[in-house]
């Protein structure tokens, strides 16, 4: 594979990664989306909104977030030394709300009086809700009837702050059908609304955004690593739903050339049987939700229902950087099943005391492959993007957990 | 660009002095047999125009009438190849109406984007219109299209503003589609007044004639279009005609076409009778 002198310069003025990217929306939404663009450069390089960030991402969010050593986990696995970036420990439980204090920030200073948001496992909808809570603006949440049903803590959560959750029965009744809800949605109130998307992906300038939003985690990784260990980590893991934790972890030492990257999907019941969610690992290009990018789809260029055990990563594609990271080699991509995940659910809160979530379990089960083969020398981090509280009830479903 | 059956359709519409009705039916619904037989009907029962719709799994733009009748031609076995021979099969019998493919770009680009302006101009397609293709993203299929001999109809919107829509018209050819609401199909109805009005911001920047669409459900409405644009598209209400007349199984049941066509027939009295009203 040819090396790249740079991989952090993307996307192109078009928003292209690549071949990957784009703005491909209907003519309605095409004024306000160059708008959004226009009021994030500016707010990029206004030093207030920075501070208004950094404000709100110390004392609301309660960053930076701890980098744990998992030190029974690395004896457990005998190789890697294994670090955890704690985004579970953020205000509401994920890496989810880093993205929205931005964007809702923003949001604000577009003169915009209503937020709408997808979601999938719920954690970006609590965000969502907590954020226009905090900011005092209305908010609608768009969630798949089946997510519903599998996060129920979630949907509580966001009803008691104030969110109007609408149940999106069509198609699967998953993260898919609620981003297009929730597009729907937005055509019909440009003027008002703002659409807060929970992951890198959609029409540009979204996955810049949300990704830039999200580089806080591999920031501060890289100096807390430098203070623990004096020196950069050899590799680092994340699950990929969309895949904003895994960007926002990555996305500051891409030029770093000794660090290796591993981004894992979710394979749900095994890719052999089609019922995962690995667009990947199994998908082709294709063209969905403003961006064009990795989908599962048929061979006619209908999308695929996708499916995981997690709601998080439940989705049929995947961010427009990745599937320009895939093409180039500079990130690996991997998929683990529900029941590797789970078990390692079950790993990580026994060892650790740790109960992390559904999402993140497929990057621990991902540590818990690779780990004995890397050696002792090599300095891992691991993003725990959320804990599991909301879903304690599909664990124990499966598992077979008694009260 | 060559004139294209869409050119003189406008042509002999402006010379007979009255407004055009376009037509919206999803290819493939409810099945195949039926979509072929109300093709074959809409040009006798009134229809100077036709909009295919290509069936698409995620249809962003589209509110549940047109969601629906898209789920309905898939579960048929609908796909690419199959709107194409429905297009194939319609010419062999009507060489004149213009028939306009609209739907979302990723069926057409998995089909391959030459290959698809290849068969499509084989089979008689005559217009392309792509929701999810603004002109943002022209390298893809208009620009190509154009070269194929097929128009790339843009939509333009409520907010579409004036710096963006020269931009827009620009590269536009066929005709111009004015998006009536700020919505989905099938949803809210403009008030004619502000169609006037956007038709009139419209005509200042383009020559193309411009039809309106998206709520537009009675022939009365669409009387009111063709009073101030050049045609009126009516959609969702034309597919709500295919689910009214469903079985419990979802299977055409006998009337079907007939009341699909019959309500066409009404559309395009409605768009005849208003010019003469207008003028008389
Ligand atoms: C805890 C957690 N991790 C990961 C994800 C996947 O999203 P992304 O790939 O954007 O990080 C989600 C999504 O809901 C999540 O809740």
């Known amino acids: 594979m040819e090396q790249l002198s740079t991989y952090r310069a993307g996307p192109d003025d078009s928003g292209r990664f690549g071949i990957y990217g784009g703005r491909f929306v209907a003519e309605t939404l095409m004024p306000l989306i160059l708008d959004v663009e226009r009021t994030y450069k500016e707010a990029r390089n206004d030093a207030a909104f920075a501070a208004e960030m950094d404000y709100y991402l110390s004392t609301y969010v309660g960053r930076p977030s701890p980098l744990f050593f998992a030190e029974r986990l690395t004896r457990h696995l005998g190789g890697a030394k294994i670090y955890f970036k704690r985004e579970d420990l953020n205000h509401t439980g994920a890496h989810k709300i880093n993205n929205c204090i931005g964007q809702g920030l923003l949001a604000r200073r577009m003169g915009k009086t209503r937020i709408i948001a997808e979601t999938g496992a719920g954690q970006h909808g609590v965000a969502t809700a907590t954020v226009c809570a905090l900011f005092d603006i209305p908010c609608v949440i768009y ?18 702050l104030g969110a109007e959750v609408k149940p999106v029965t069509a198609g699967s009744g998953t993260l898919k059908d609620s981003l297009n809800e929730a597009l729907r949605d937005w055509v019909a109130n440009v003027e008002t609304t703002y659409y807060l998307i929970g992951t890198s992906a959609g029409p540009h300038p979204y996955p810049a955004m949300v990704r830039d939003f999200q580089c ?81 789809q048929d061979s006619d260029g209908q999308i695929e229902e996708a499916h995981s055990i997690s709601a998080g990563l439940d989705y049929p594609g995947i961010g427009p950087e990745h599937s320009w990271l895939h093409d180039t080699g500079r990130v690996e991509y991997v998929s683990i099943t529900d029941a590797e995940a789970l078990e390692a659910f079950h790993l990580c809160t026994r060892l650790e005391g740790i109960i992390p979530a559904l999402e993140s379990a497929h990057a621990i089960a991902q540590v818990g492959k690779m780990a004995g083969a890397l050696g002792a020398g090599n300095l891992l981090v691991m993003n725990l993007s959320g804990r599991g509280d909301k879903d304690l009830d599909t664990v124990a479903r499966v598992s077979g957990v008694g009260p | 660009m060559p004139v294209t059956r869409i050119d003189r359709r406008f042509a002999a519409l402006r010379r007979e002095n009255r407004g055009g009705l376009v037509v919206f039916v999803t290819a493939g619904d409810p099945d195949p047999r ?52 429905l297009v194939a099969d319609f010419r062999q019998r009507d060489g004149e109406t213009p028939i306009i493919l609209m739907g979302y770009y990723n ?102 004639p411009i039809a309106v669409g998206f709520g537009i459900k009675t022939p009365e409405q669409a009387a009111g279009v063709v009073a101030v644009a050049d045609a009126a598209v009516v959609g969702s209400a034309l597919v709500g005609k295919v689910t009214e007349n469903l079985d419990e199984d979802g299977k055409a049941r006998p009337g079907l076409t007939n009341a699909v066509l019959g309500f066409t027939a009404e559309l395009a009295k409605g768009v005849r009778d208003a010019r003469l009203k207008g003028a008389a």
């Open chain 1, 216 to 296: 806080v985690i591999g920031d501060e990784v890289r100096e807390q690593i430098t203070g623990a260990e004096g020196r950069l980590p050899d590799t680092l893991v994340a699950c990929i739903g969309g895949g904003s934790n895994a960007i926002g972890l990555f996305h500051p030492f891409l030029d770093e050339k000794n660090v290796r990257f591993v981004a894992v999907e979710a394979a749900g019941k095994g890719i052999e049987t089609g019922r995962h969610a690995a667009s990947l690992s199994a998908g082709s290009p294709g063209v969905l939700h403003g961006n064009r990018t990795y989908l599962l």
């Open chain 2, 107 to 208: 069926p057409v680009y998995i089909f391959g984007v030459d290959a698809f302006l290849n068969e499509a101009k084989a089979a008689g397609v005559d217009g392309l219109i792509i929701v999810d293709l603004p002109p943002e993203e022209e390298n893809e299929i208009c620009l190509p299209s154009r070269m194929a001999g097929i128009n790339f109809i843009y939509l333009t919107a409520p907010t579409t503003d004036e710096i963006r829509l020269p931009r827009v018209v620009e590269k536009a050819s066929g005709f111009v589609y004015y998006v009536s609401i700020t919505g989905i199909t099938g949803t809210a109805s403009a008030r004619i007044e502000d169609v006037r009005k956007a038709v009139e911001r419209l005509r200042r920047h383009t020559d193309l």
């Open chain 1, 143 to 160: 969630m798949g009837s089946k997510d519903i049903d599998r996060q129920a803590p979630n949907v509580f959560r966001m009803k008691m």
């Open chain 2, 34 to 85: 039926t979509s072929a037989e109300i093709l074959r009907g809409l040009p006798a029962a009134g229809a100077d125009f036709i909009e295919l719709g290509m069936p698409f799994s995620d249809p962003m733009a589209d509110g549940p009438a047109i969601q629906m009748s898209s789920q309905r031609a898939l579960k048929g076995g609908a796909t690419m190849k199959t709107t194409l021979e």
